[in-house]
């Protein structure tokens, strides 16, 4: 794995050409756990995948499109068409300097607009493929086998606790809170969350456990690595370039 520790010559020799952006918010989530937690838990999956899959791994992004918390300090808000430009420039560069495979993992459930980014960049280049995974929702089958409200969570519940209590047990606050409204997911398209979620919670927190989140954390990374492994293969994108032979030394 690569990240941007290392140097232009390493990346250049290392014939690398995969890359891994994930992409997370900054919002509230609850009164038990840190306003951090949607680019953090990217931040600790994409590094397994990465890992597994010897990539170049990109900093998180720390902001998405959190305008469903409105109301809750600390949230911040990007438009829709910011993120999905900033997205797209990156990956953008990323192609036109060799990376063949670009993923974008999305943490965060409003980050609606990587969809149409990552179909654009697709339909219009022919350099590279980019591959979007929202690791904790398309992994939902493996999911509901480690938690027990799965079906429950949209935020800030059992999951996200779970997660934190796993990888920064220190930032878990003792406040818990359950809170399952009798509303649908769709709401968050109709109303600030904070009008059927009065304390940012939508899940149960109460469940959550580290040895949950070990489990999450694993089958998120085991599913996104599996599914980008094979939706590349089926797009028929080059495997990996062999590493660049070194250039010799002048006199020699």
């Not at 010897?54 to 990007?78: N, T, V």
């Not at 690595?225 to 094979?230: M, S």
Request: hydrophobic share 40%; glycine share 10%.
């Amino acid at each position: 794995m690569y990240d941007t520790t290392a140097t232009h010559l390493d990346l250049e020799r290392s014939g690398v050409d995969t890359a891994v952006l994930p992409v997370g918010a900054i919002e509230q989530h609850g009164p038990h756990l840190p306003l951090s937690v949607d680019w953090f838990q990217g931040e600790v999956v994409a590094r397994r995948v990465a890992d597994r899959l010897d990539a170049y791994l990109l900093p998180g992004m720390p902001f998405g499109c959190s305008q469903a918390h409105e109301g809750f300090r600390g949230s911040i808000f990007l438009a829709q068409e910011t993120l999905g430009a900033v997205v797209k420039d990156i990956a953008k560069s990323l192609l036109e300097q060799g990376f063949r495979r670009v993923a974008v993992l999305n943490f965060h459930g409003g980050n609606l607009i990587l969809k149409l980014a990552v179909r654009d960049l697709n339909l219009s280049q022919r350099l590279g493929k980019v591959v979007l995974v929202s690791p904790a929702h398309d992994a939902s089958a493996e999911l509901s086998e480690v938690l027990d409200g799965y079906g429950n969570e949209q935020h800030a519940g059992e999951l996200e606790t779970s997660i934190m209590m796993y990888a920064a047990s220190e930032q878990v606050g003792p406040s818990r809170v359950d809170h399952v409204p009798g509303v649908g997911p769709a709401y968050f398209d109709y109303l600030p969350m904070k009008e059927f979620c009065p304390d940012g919670v939508w899940g149960r927190s109460s469940l959550a456990t580290a040895e949950k989140g070990r489990l999450a954390v694993e089958a998120m990374a085991s599913y996104t690595v599996g599914y980008l492994q094979d939706t590349f293969a089926r797009l028929g994108v080059p495997g990996r370039r062999p590493p660049l032979e070194s250039t010799p030394a002048r006199g020699t």
